[in-house]
């Protein structure tokens, strides 16, 4: 009877020590919610800035005729391009966007991400991709 008691611990013991060594994932749950605060025109990846517009430093720019959104270094050398497949429209609808950047560490460049819009207000509108944890904040012409 002890010996099969101690079997029993041993493998209670055993159990618990690999139980305890399974690495936790962290699970990234960022809503649009955190993004939609945000007041700065820029590429924003889980809620927080890869690069936000600076009025020292940078010019914001909007083509209305190939609906794209850049954010330009006064001297040109950087830049952040966010060209939308389409206009924007109402809030709730999807879009695809290319975002492409020069000379900006941290800000991913992607060919084809699916945006919704998160918001409008005047000249700026939040667009937020969940799959990517990613949002743009940009100034755009209708």
Same mark, same amino acid.
Request: net charge positive.
């Given at each position: 009877?002890?010996?099969?008691?101690?079997?029993?611990?041993?493998?209670?013991?055993?159990?618990?020590?690999?139980?305890?060594?399974?690495?936790?994932?962290?699970?990234? &749950?960022?809503?649009?919610?955190?993004?939609?605060?945000?007041?700065?025109? %820029?590429?924003?990846?889980?809620?927080?800035?890869?690069?936000?517009? &600076?009025?020292?430093?940078?010019?914001?720019?909007?083509?209305?005729?190939? &609906?794209?959104?850049?954010?330009?270094?006064?001297?040109?050398?950087?830049?952040?391009?966010?060209?939308?497949?389409?206009?924007?429209?109402?809030? %709730?609808?999807?879009?695809?966007?290319?975002?492409?950047?020069?000379?900006?560490?941290?800000?991913?460049?992607?060919?084809?991400?699916?945006?919704?819009?998160?918001?409008?207000? %005047?000249?700026?509108?939040?667009?937020?991709?969940?799959?990517?944890?990613?949002?743009?904040?940009?100034?755009?012409?209708?």
């Amino acid at each position: 009877m002890k010996l099969k008691h101690i079997v029993w611990m041993a493998l209670l013991g055993a159990a618990v020590l690999l139980a305890g060594c399974q690495p936790r994932q962290p699970k990234i &749950n960022v809503n649009s919610k955190e993004f939609q605060k945000k007041v700065t025109e %820029g590429i924003y990846k889980v809620a927080k800035p890869q690069y936000a517009f &600076n009025k020292t430093t940078d010019q914001l720019y909007f083509n209305k005729a190939t &609906n794209t959104f850049r954010i330009v270094s006064n001297d040109g050398s950087k830049w952040i391009e966010v060209k939308l497949q389409s206009p924007v429209g109402s809030v %709730g609808e999807t879009l695809k966007a290319s975002l492409k950047s020069q000379g900006f560490d941290g800000v991913e460049n992607h060919d084809a991400i699916e945006f919704e819009i998160m918001k409008k207000e %005047g000249e700026k509108c939040w667009l937020w991709s969940q799959a990517h944890t990613l949002g743009v904040l940009a100034f755009y012409v209708q």
